[in-house]
């Protein structure tokens, strides 16, 4: 059930299959798209510093991009369909010393070797001591995997081996975390956490802590008298090694230095989010408003973002790190015999090691394409090497996702040059 076929769409035969990933987004974005006022706005804005980098987003818009000057390379890894191995929809993933992790919707967290083989189930769930109650999320870094549990309020590191290691206590609720260099940790605050600021009013809503959970810098503090005083979501960075965050306001990427967090970039849209003369926080201009929905990715070049708004519009931010020169995609062309349904959407992490992107990817179901001459047509144009994964007959069984590896080219064209 993870992975749905999918209709080539340069022959008008398509199956939109899309549709319910389109309404799970619709219904994520929906649920955490508050409406904060104006006083929250100004601390959001408030977090720049005189070493943020405004880019005007609106102005480097291109409306169209080929894949064909945007990815180097792709290959293709199919996960094991043994009855151990299913996954409902893929929720993330995440990669480390050729060990693949994969978690779904329902909190089902699996490993993988770098082949797709199943390997076992990377926790049990229970009441033990060495068992996950209510699992919240995860994280790996070279040695050990790291599960935050939400009934317990603690995070229990285990080797990939699966070897439990220990079970350390947290001094506050948390929604997410990321393990960073210097064992370090960056934890995104419950609303029901009782972690104070320093002048004791409202509570920190991303908070840096040592090895200890000791909490050494936050950010973006929660206005006192705000109705909804916790509506920063943030999305942390899927890799190892790991550098930025991201606001699903979309209006900052910020970068973790030392133990310092700060906005490197600061992404205006010209100002068409907000009102600053209403009490209240009011889209001036709903049609054109986007929201940050998934972890900022950057390999030693790029940084990659991807954005949506409603059902039909989606954007990725492209911002090369030496000058910050940046281009906003609105749509990305396929025109690639390699790719089958590209969306930055489906974009997950990035594998430090392989130095390449990975997400997941659909597959073409030819029982559906009638025409005979039609289905020999899709087989001209699309590579023989990605056949055996992207295309698909006579499926009998329930099969898992496909995961998608792309490296972005190192010198990518932009407009102007």
């Keep these: 059930m993870a992975c749905k076929p999918f209709l080539y769409g340069m022959y008008d035969i398509f199956m939109k299959k899309g549709i319910l990933f389109i309404g799970f ?26 070493s943020t980098i405004t ?19 792709v290959r293709y890894v199919e996960l094991d369909n043994s009855d151990e191995a299913l996954l409902s929809h893929i929720r993330n993933i995440k990669i480390i010393n050729d060990m693949i992790y994969v978690l779904d919707l329902n909190s089902r967290l699996k490993c993988f070797d770098s082949q797709g083989k199943f390997i076992r189930n990377a926790y049990n769930k229970g009441g033990g001591p060495e068992e996950i109650s209510h699992f919240i999320d995860f994280d790996v870094d070279e040695n050990n995997l790291y599960i935050l549990d939400g009934a317990k309020v603690a995070l229990f590191t285990f080797t990939h081996n699966g070897v439990f290691v220990s079970k350390q ?38 908070v840096l802590t040592d090895d200890k959970f000791t909490p050494i810098y936050s950010i973006l503090r929660a206005v006192e008298d705000s109705p909804l005083p ?16 991201c606001d699903e306001m979309g209006y900052g990427l910020f970068e973790k230095r030392d133990t310092v967090l700060f906005m490197k970039y600061h992404l205006d849209f010209d100002g068409k989010y907000f009102n600053e003369d209403l009490e209240h926080y009011k889209f001036t201009d709903e049609e054109e408003r986007y929201w940050a929905t998934r972890s900022p990715l950057h390999n030693e070049d790029y940084i990659l973002q991807a954005f949506y708004a409603g059902l039909q519009r989606t954007g990725t931010l492209l911002i090369r790190l030496k000058d910050n020169k940046i281009m906003f995609i609105k749509k990305l062309i396929q025109d690639r015999n390699d790719i089958l349904d590209f969306s930055i ?11 390449e992107f990975y997400g997941t990817s659909n597959y073409l179901d030819l029982d559906a394409v009638v025409n005979e001459k039609d289905k020999d047509l899709i087989r001209q144009k699309m590579s023989p090497e990605v056949q055996p994964f992207l295309l698909r007959q006579n499926i009998e069984v329930t099969t898992n996702c496909i995961l998608m590896f792309y490296k972005l080219k190192q010198n990518i064209e932009f407009p102007d040059e």
């Excluded at 987004?25 to 005189?50: A, G, K, V």
């Excluded at 393990?179 to 972690?195: A, G, H, Q």
């Excluded at 916790?230 to 965050?245: G, H, S």
């Design 169 to 206: 206590n947290l001094p506050f609720r948390a929604e997410a975390f990321k393990r960073v260099p210097d064992n370090k940790y960056l934890f995104r605050l419950s609303r029901f956490s009782d972690l104070k600021s320093k002048e004791e009013k409202a509570g920190d809503r991303i």
């Design 230 to 245: 916790l509506c920063v979501y943030p999305f942390f960075e899927n890799r190892t090694k790991p550098k930025y965050f």
């Design 55 to 73: 880019l005007n987003v609106l102005s480097n818009v291109v409306n169209e991009y080929p894949l064909s000057k945007l990815i180097d390379s």
């Design 25 to 50: 987004f619709t219904i994520i974005c929906s649920c955490n798209h508050r409406l904060p006022n104006q006083r929250w706005i100004e601390e959001l804005l408030n977090t720049r510093t005189d």
């Design 345 to 355: 959407l489906h974009t997950l992490g990035y594998d430090y090691a392989t130095n």
